[in-house]
């Protein structure tokens, strides 16, 4: 096919633009053969005509189609040419928001200025692993890759990051370097990974500024060799750099800065370790303000300090060496404000005490004379004098700048070497990768001797990435076995000759620095004669003799000649630099130059002008000789390192990363095509394009190319070989053959093809919806009318009707509104009137009362004025009194002074006599003398009282103790005299109150007799007012009803949301203490295996080295430290004493750290352990609690509410039973005396009296019957003592009914009463003890609370501390918490024995008595409370002989031969399939019963112990295998479920059988080993996800991603050079099919071991919590899968999912839950996404993905077919708005790595243990049943 036949109408393509580079056009009209041009419409509408180049007629490049654009690799294009690659850059930045793109072996980087969430840990386990072409692009994908290619091929990696200045060398070569550091980790604990990473900022802060381009530009080269040992761990690395830019140090242009350690020092120049730098603002420095901006936006330059003093100390350089350093930059600082001024024309000076240059000479140690003169002065020498000449001004101000930057150049490299040292490790380096970080070509306004070098570094760089890239093509079609033709590619030798070779550029400046008076001018004559007739790629500038041009790969660039030859020789005073050696105070600065050379010109002599004056000191010889040395060029240096790095380069695979900047003005996610097309020319990407379209650009294997264009085959056409199926379709679609070639497993195309392929494609698929759209739009118009038909006769059915109706209801309102209108004008008319009425009053009434008020106002004034005046005028009165009070006072005051000055006056005059002295003196004396006698006797009477006090101390202890004793016997006689005093008393009051109770009935009698007449009277109003208060009561009782029924149903809701919280709460607060516990103990193993192969290389470094890795078993664990032997603690202690030597030549402080750190998690793991149980303990309780009170209050308030209406109820059917009795046998006899005693009345009293004090004995009988039975349960009586309780209400009953006598009947009823008190007293105890109790759990959960809390903050404390003091702070709050621990713990020991020992005593007094008694009769007659206490009279009990104990005896020698046939050697398949499940766990459990049984610590413990470290021994081995893991998983629990099962514990022994409990341990209580196998089955379970993880792993994307399950459905897109895996089923490709066999077979493994069903589900959970997570991370780091067809797929295999999920009954284990982020990832893909209705439904559908997500699925959503459309910028925006409120991590991918907390329900077993026999087949018989 002709190429213009593609140029049809509608053919969209790329014309040239001077704005935009490229514009997008659409031809309106076919080309023909010999048209002159082109009809074209532009994008906006725009008519053009196009015309062609007369001379070539090329036609302009066609446009790729929609579905194309965007793709990750720029070689999958149809057509590939600039403006197709300019364009699918632009689109992925700007709409997709995607900065890296493939383009062949390149990665495209376009710096987006911006910080995107795309480079944290979870990016780079999602990349770890992955085949390059598997992922969307990413540096980690290059990085992985050359990781990958390190391993596979034993082959040294280079990645070359390059790029202009501002484009993201340096962030990508720093992201490649952390995922080393984080994929590989560290040979050793040495932390190397981290050294490397903090070289970063070391090397920034040194090398790196802000330019008008970049705000962190490396202003140097450098390549990193990160070394790595033969398991690919990093062991170190090395760097080189290449042509700092030392100009800098002394200028910078505007809107630039110097370094940025500069700008750091002087912002930390407040510190007080920085004032004796004498530093103050940047500005005040003349190196640091020449750019006029000091100040980075976003960048806090005291903190960056802070970062490179850490990294200073990170790797190895102390606190005095950086202080050095800081000093050498602080002096240069100073160096630079050092004024110089004129003397002369021919001469300078500096000014004398010029306070800079006092400031540098203290810094470095130098005098100030000396620097001084060699400043302003240089020396000269001849061969037989020296000469001091003197410098002008500006000569000795560029002299002082040279100085400067020799100074900075020298540090720089000491900080280079130094952290090489640090990088550097003992470990022989197997392989490394280099990271080039080097300048991109660079091309300004005025180029010198700096954009020189680093043009040529890329011209090198260039020709090697042209061989690179012409190889792999080459490679390519030779594997595929297809015609080779030779592809001519741009080969820059030539340019690369013109610069290096001999009589080149370098050449000619080298040779003219070796000339005395060589000069820019003479070398560019040089150049002019010597290269500009001989070579095409020199020129002259046609208006300039100091310049040349250079004609690069990338573009013309014109150099100016001036300072070449001054910054190839790069010299510096001589003299200065001897003055800074003789340094004495600065040992930093003379290491610096220890190994300096001469500083000369190469001719020892430098051109000035000005006199010379002559020095009379003769040369010394040594000098001479040195003279003639001259140091190599910078030129010669650069050219040699540039050699030895492409030998480097040469020597390795390389990987090429091309930086791009988008804008030069630092926008995010703005797009200049302009720079963008100059950088993509500069950096050899479109030489790449350029190289691949001369070939078969566009590759796809058989099977892709089948299953794209099925459509455009007929069924003939389809045969079983697909190979010949394309063949015979590509014949028949492309007529020339030259256009396709035919590999061995791929077909390959010419440029355009796969466009003409889409093309008939789209034309096929247009003309089939066309026919599908006719057929169906003439069913809908069809339908659409019959339903309008019938719409229009309903329509004017109901209109008639409606009309009919209008018109009743017009008449109607009418009328109504005529009689409205009447009564609303007089209701407004009479409102009119009301409202002036009121207005008139409110007026008079206000009028009134302000008149009213001034009257007031007025007389209340001129009483306050009254009052005022009255208090004023007493004021002034007392005023006055006080003054003359307070002179009066004054003048007594002055005269007693005088008076007492003359007093004064007389004593002293008297004082100073002699006579008076002694007699002083004297009475002085005596009174000493008296004072030291009764000294004297005072001791004396001490002593013999002291002697007094000790007898009666002695008397009065033993006299004490007597009278104690005495005391307590008369306290107890006291108190038994007391009780029987009040007793007496008690009666005696008694008696009396019974004597006044009997007159007052007696006095009742009589008045009964008269109530009775008026009772007749009475008795009719009573009933009325009973009737009305019985219709009340019931009205009453309906309202209680409905009140209690509303609360209680109010109460019960109240009560379930608050426990439902709660439990809420409680549940998410355990399962964050049980994953941070289980977490810990993940660490703990890790650290475990660690510290083995520690120790294991330890050992193997003291023998002989043998190659490869072995690892030993890890024998020790925190938890089983306390149970381990001590002959086994001694050998470790012999061990690592014998090994003391070998670890300390190795590491010893690592190994220190290590054992600190095992030390910590210890007790972290013992701390978070009790606290896991304390949290799970206030649960239950808590909730217990919350059910008991709730039960209780509800229960409470209905039982009293139905207990008080039949209270009710029955007193009132009671009165009126009784009242009409009483009304007939009083109206019965009118006659008779009423009240007589034998009358009828009083015989129904009496009735009624007796009726009552049955009533009382029957409630009395009951409320005895409720204390005997409170009683018996408290003191556990006696069967005989029972019954005499029992009987005890019937006596009482047969004596209350012979009491005939009213004083009897009332005795009883106080005896009723006091019963009742005392009952309701014991009531009150119980409720007391149970609010103590409940308030004394209350104050322990809120200690747990503060416990917890105070935990928390000194977490949090400790996190803020420094790593030291986190460890010391943490191992000081641990110390004290374990010494409270230990002490509360001795405590309950020390209770624990005594109530051991009172047990052991009753258990020999039960054991004698049943000896006596026999074992029969013990049986019967045993109370239940002694069966409690008795755990060991089983032993004593006859057994018959077959009659097992299910136990099982064995040797202490056979623990080792048991452990290694049950455990360490046992097959789990063979054991799962032809045995009970859990067996090894019961023979464990057996054996343990028996050493229970003859009571052997030490037998338990080491049983124990061996049983734990084997499990861990065979997991360590096998750790890889499912079934072994599954296997060890189910006998673990089990192990630990018999444990419980058969501990003793009421709390697990609910569900067992008489003889299980029998089976219960006697001895010991192993709750603490429990927890210790707890924690070994969580190991276990994390090693059995762990494994399923490896194994699901590889699966799940080609599973569930790429496996095509609904055929037909995804389209193919054709792939660039880094092909993916295909879509389509090959043979091997894991399919949805194979993870479901795998889930099943991993569900049957655990079914056939017995695993627990909870944990079952746990671990089905985890497993499709593992697929949906790495399942959805792949889709949002892959573009190719975002579409609709495939998000059809993913619902499809995830309904699978769900139906194995439904087989299995599993669906409530929660697992479905953990695919909703996969379900509505893939819902997003299917769902409309234009309108704002569809951005409301989105946001409420993902739930369950984060804003983050949602975004990326949106920006990767990509079409596979012309038919679907691109999701608009405006909608992501949308989005994005209305998410804007959603409080979530900004997290984009899934943790894979998380593990949900699992837990152990108790499971315990129905198998007896007698009933289970061993098999032959395991090798264990000599153990023996019991």
């Known amino acids: 096919m002709a190429a213009s036949e593609l140029y049809t109408k509608c053919a969209r393509v790329w014309i040239p633009d001077v704005e935009e580079v490229w514009k997008s056009a659409e031809l309106i009209k076919d080309y023909k053969n010999g048209d002159a041009s082109l009809q074209l419409m532009l994008e906006d509408g725009t008519n053009i005509d196009h015309k062609l180049d007369p001379k070539t007629k090329n036609l302009p490049y066609l446009r790729n189609p929609d579905i194309l654009v965007g793709e990750n690799d720029l070689t999958a294009l149809s057509y590939l040419h600039e403006p197709a690659v300019l364009h699918n850059l632009k689109v992925r930045f700007i709409d997709s ?21 795309i480079y944290g840990t979870d990016i780079i386990n999602a990349y770890s692993g992955q085949n390059m072409g598997d992922m969307d692009p990413h540096i980690f ?34 992201y490649a370097m952390r995922y080393f550091a984080t994929v590989s980790g560290s040979a050793s604990e040495a932390n190397v990974e981290e050294k490397v990473l903090a070289s970063n900022p070391i090397m920034e802060a040194i090398g790196n500024a802000k330019t008008t381009r970049n705000d962190n530009s490396s202003r140097f080269g450098k390549y990193i060799e990160i070394g790595f040992d033969t398991r690919f761990r990093i062991i170190g690395a090395n760097m080189r750099t290449y042509l700092l830019e030392k100009s800098r140090v002394v200028f910078q242009a505007d809107e630039e800065r110097n370094y940025h350690i500069f700008y750091q020092l002087c912002a930390s120049s407040h510190l007080p370790e920085f004032k004796n730098l004498k530093l103050s603002s940047a500005n005040d420095f003349l190196y640091t303000r020449q750019g006029r901006s000091p100040v980075i936006d976003g960048v806090d330059d005291t903190k960056e300090l802070c970062s490179t003093r850490n990294a200073f100390s990170l790797l190895g350089i102390n606190e ?3 202080k050095g350093l800081f000093q050498v930059l602080a002096a240069i600082l100073h160096l630079g404000n050092v004024e110089i001024k004129d003397r002369d024309s021919d001469s300078s000076i500096i000014p004398p005490n010029n306070r800079h240059l006092t400031a540098f000479c203290e810094l470095v140690g130098v005098t100030y004379q000396d620097m001084s003169q060699w400043l302003c002065h240089r020396k000269l020498k001849t061969a037989t004098e020296t000469y001091i000449k003197p410098l002008p001004r500006l000569q000795a101000t560029n002299a002082r700048d040279a100085l400067s930057k020799h100074i900075y150049a020298k540090l720089f490299n000491w900080i280079v070497e130094h952290v090489n040292k640090a990088l550097i490790t003992n470990v022989k380096q197997h392989s490394f990768i280099g990271v080039l970080d080097i300048y991109g070509f660079e091309t300004f306004e005025i180029n010198s001797f700096e954009q020189f070098c680093i043009n040529y570094a890329n011209e090198k760089l260039q020709q090697q990435f042209n061989m690179h890239v012409f190889k792999l093509e080459q490679e390519e079609y030779m594997k595929e076995q297809i015609p080779w033709t030779l592809i001519d590619f741009y080969d820059n030798q030539p340019c690369i000759n013109l610069i290096e070779a001999k009589m080149g550029i370098l050449d000619l400046l080298d040779e003219e620095c070796r000339m005395p008076r060589g000069s820019d001018d003479s070398w560019a004559q040089k150049l002019y004669n010597t290269h500009l007739k001989t070579c095409s790629l020199f020129e002259k500038p046609r208006m300039s003799n100091r310049a040349f041009i250079i004609q690069h790969f990338a573009d013309k660039v014109e150099y100016q000649c001036d300072g070449f030859l001054e910054k190839n020789k790069d010299t510096v005073n001589e003299e200065q630099i001897n003055v800074l050696k003789a340094s004495k105070k600065f040992d930093l600065l003379v290491e610096l130059f220890q190994d300096e050379e001469k500083a000369t010109s190469p001719t020892g002599q430098v051109p000035g002008t000005g006199g010379r004056t002559r020095l009379s000191v003769k040369p010394e010889k040594s000098r001479e000789t040195s003279s003639r040395e001259h140091k190599k060029t910078v030129g010669c240096q650069f050219r040699n390192s540039l050699q030895m790095l492409m030998d480097t380069l040469n020597a390795t695979t390389p990987h090429y990363v091309r930086c791009i900047k988008p804008n030069d003005f630092k926008l995010a996610f703005s797009f200049d095509p302009k720079r963008a097309v100059q950088q993509l020319r500069a950096c050899g990407v479109l030489e790449t394009i350029r190289i691949s379209a001369a070939g078969f650009p566009s590759r796809w294997t058989y099977q892709e190319f089948f299953s794209r264009y099925r459509v455009l085959m007929k069924q003939k056409d389809v045969l079983p070989d697909k190979k010949l199926t394309c063949r015979n379709v590509l014949e028949k679609l492309v007529q020339d053959q030259d256009k396709y070639q035919f590999g061995k497993t791929k077909i390959f195309f010419r440029a355009g093809q796969v466009a003409y392929l889409e093309k008939l494609r789209a034309d096929k698929l247009r003309a089939a919806c066309i026919r599908i759209q006719k057929t169906i739009r003439c069913w809908l118009a069809r339908k659409k009318y019959l339903r309008k038909r019938n719409a229009a006769i309903t329509i004017q059915r109901f209109t008639r009707g409606y009309q009919a109706r209008c018109l009743a209801k017009f008449l109607r309102r009418t009328q109504a509104a005529t009689i409205i209108q009447k009564y609303q ?9 009301r409202q002036k009425q009121a207005a008139a009053l409110a007026m008079q009434t206000i009028l009134r009362a302000y008149m009213a008020r001034q009257k007031y106002q007025a007389l209340l004034r001129e009483h306050k004025a009254v009052i005022i005046q009255k208090h004023v005028r007493g004021w002034l009165a007392r005023c006055w009194y006080k003054r003359c009070l307070v002179s009066l006072v004054y003048l007594q005051c002055c005269f007693r002074r005088m008076k007492a000055r003359r007093e004064l006056k007389k004593l002293k005059i008297e004082a100073r006599s002699v006579e008076h002295f002694k007699k002083l003196n004297k009475g002085m004396e005596n009174k000493i003398m008296q004072l030291q006698r009764k000294i004297d006797e005072q001791n004396k009477d001490n002593r013999l009282i002291s002697d007094r006090l000790a007898g009666l101390e002695t008397s009065y202890t033993a006299e004490s103790e007597r009278m104690r004793g005495e005391l307590g016997r008369l306290r107890g006689v006291e108190e038994d005299a007391k009780n029987k005093g009040n007793q007496v008393n008690s009666l005696l009051e ?15 009698k009589k008045t009964i007799e008269d109530w009775a007449q008026t009772y007749r009277d009475e008795m009719e109003k009573m009933v009325s007012e009973l009737k009305d208060q019985n219709g009340s009561l019931k009205k009453e009782k309906d309202d209680l009803n409905r009140s209690i029924q509303e609360q209680s149903q109010q109460m019960t809701e109240k009560m379930a949301r608050l426990i439902a919280e709660e439990t809420q709460q409680l549940e998410t607060d355990l399962n964050e203490e049980r994953s941070r516990y289980q977490n810990l103990l993940t660490e703990h193993l890790r650290l475990e295996e660690k510290y083995d192969d520690l120790k294991e290389e330890m050992a193997l470094s003291s023998n002989v080295s043998k190659p490869g890795h072995r690892r030993t078993d890890s024998t020790h664990s925190s938890n089983e430290s306390e149970y381990t032997y001590n002959s086994e603690y001694a050998e470790l202690e012999e061990g690592s004493r014998a090994a003391e030597d070998v670890t300390r030549g190795i590491d010893t402080p690592l190994t220190l750290k290590l054992q600190k750190r095992l030390t910590e998690l210890e007790q972290e793991k013992q701390s978070l352990r009790n606290e896991l149980e304390n949290k799970e303990e206030q649960f239950q309780r808590a909730r217990a609690r919350d059910d008991a009170e709730f039960k209780k209050a509800r229960g409470a308030e209905l039982e009293y509410e139905s207990l008080k209406r039949q209270e009710l109820e029955s007193e009132n059917k009671k009165l009126r039973h009784d009242l009409a009795e009483m009304r007939q046998s009083l109206l019965g006899h009118p006659a008779t005396g009423a009240g007589a005693p034998g009358s009828p009345a009083y015989k129904v009293l009496l009735d009624q009296l007796n009726a009552s004090c049955e009533e009382l004995e029957v409630r009395k009988e009951e409320v005895l019957i409720l204390r005997s039975q409170l009683v018996s349960q408290k003191e556990a009586m006696q069967h005989k003592d029972e019954k005499e309780t029992m009987t005890e209400p019937s006596v009482y009953v047969e004596d209350v009914s012979k009491l005939k006598d009213a004083d009897e009947i009332k005795q ?11 009952l309701e007293h014991q009531l009150q105890t119980q409720r007391r003890s149970y609010d103590n109790e409940v308030e004394a759990l209350r104050g322990e959960l809120q200690n747990v609370k503060e416990e917890n809390n105070r935990q928390q903050q000194l977490l949090a404390q400790n996190l803020q501390l420094p790593p030291e003091a986190r460890i010391e702070a943490s191992l000081q709050h641990e110390i004290t918490r374990l010494t409270n621990e230990n002490l509360d713990l001795m405590e309950q020991l020390e209770k624990q024995d005594r109530t051991i020992r009172k047990l052991k005593k009753q258990l020999k007094v039960y054991s004698k008595r049943i000896g006596e008694m026999g074992a029969g009769q013990a049986e019967g007659q045993t109370s239940p409370g002694q069966m409690v206490d008795e755990p060991i009279h089983p032993v004593n009990i006859p057994r018959r002989e077959k009659d097992f104990q299910g136990m099982l005896e064995y040797k202490k020698e056979d623990e080792l031969k048991l452990v290694k046939n049950l455990i360490l050697e046992l097959k789990p398949r063979g054991v799962a399939v032809n045995l009970i499940p859990g067996l090894p766990a019961y023979i464990l459990f057996m054996c343990l019963r028996h050493a229970d049984y003859l009571n052997d610590d030490q037998k338990v413990r080491t049983l124990l112990t061996s049983t734990i470290n084997s499990i861990k021994k065979i997991l360590k081995k096998r750790g890889d295998d499912f ?3 599954s296997f060890w998983l189910s006998n673990t629990c089990r192990f630990l479920h018999c444990l419980k099962q058969y501990s003793g514990d009421p709390a697990f022994m609910k569900h067992n059988s008489q003889r299980q409990n029998e089976h219960s341990l006697s001895n010991f209580d192993l709750a603490e080993y429990r927890q210790v196998i707890s924690d070994l089955a969580i190991q276990i379970y994390q090693q059995l996800i762990k494994c399923m993880e490896n194994i699901l792993q590889p699966m799940i994307v080609s599973g569930m991603l790429e496996h095509e399950t609904i055929q037909g459905v995804s389209g193919v897109k054709p792939t660039g050079l880094r092909k993916r895996t295909s879509s389509i089923a090959d043979e091997g490709t894991d399919t949805l099919d194979s993870i479901l066999r795998q889930l099943s077979a991993f569900h049957s493994t655990m079914c056939q071991h017995g695993t627990d069903p909870e944990l079952i589900k746990q671990v089905v959970k985890q497993q499709f919590y593992i697929i949906g997570a790495v399942t959805l991370n792949n889709l949002l780091l892959r573009k190719d899968m975002c579409s609709w067809s495939k998000g059809m797929q993913i619902r499809y295999n995830v309904s699978q999912l769900e139906e194995w999920l439904r087989d299995k009954g599993l669906m409530t284990c929660g697992a479905k839950e953990t695919l909703e982020p996969l379900i509505q990832a893939a819902q997003l893909l299917q769902v409309k996404k234009k309108t704002d209705e569809d951005a409301e439904a989105i946001c409420s559908m993902c739930l369950a993905l984060t804003t983050a997500q949602i975004v990326k699925v949106l920006n990767l959503y990509t079409p596979v077919n012309e038919f679907e459309e691109r999701v608009s910028v405006a909608f992501i925006r949308t989005i994005q708005t209305r998410l804007r409120d959603r409080c979530e991590t900004p997290q984009l991918l899934m943790d894979t790595k998380m593990i949900y907390p699992v837990t152990f329900p108790f499971n315990p077993s129905s198998l007896a243990l007698e009933t289970i026999q061993i098999p032959t087949s395991l090798n264990l018989g000599f153990l023996t049943r019991v």
Do not use: F, H, W
């Open 97 to 117: 928001k995607l900065i890296y793109t493939y383009c062949g072996i390149v990665l495209v980087a376009i710096n987006p200025y911006e910080t995107l969430p």
């Open 141 to 174: 994908a290059v990085a992985e890759e050359a990781y990958k290619q390190m391993a596979r091929d034993e082959r040294n990696q280079s990645i070359i990051v390059s790029g202009e200045s501002g484009a993201g060398k340096t962030v990508s070569a720093k």
């Open 320 to 322: 005095s060496y950086q």
């Open 825 to 833: 004008r007089m209701c407004v008319e009479k409102k009119r009137y």
């Open 990 to 1004: 008694e008696l009396e109150k019974l004597r006044k109770e009997l007159s007052a009935t007696q006095q009742e």
């Open 1308 to 1318: 009883a009823y106080i005896g009723l009463k006091d019963t009742n008190r005392l």
């Open 1523 to 1525: 079934e072994t893991v």
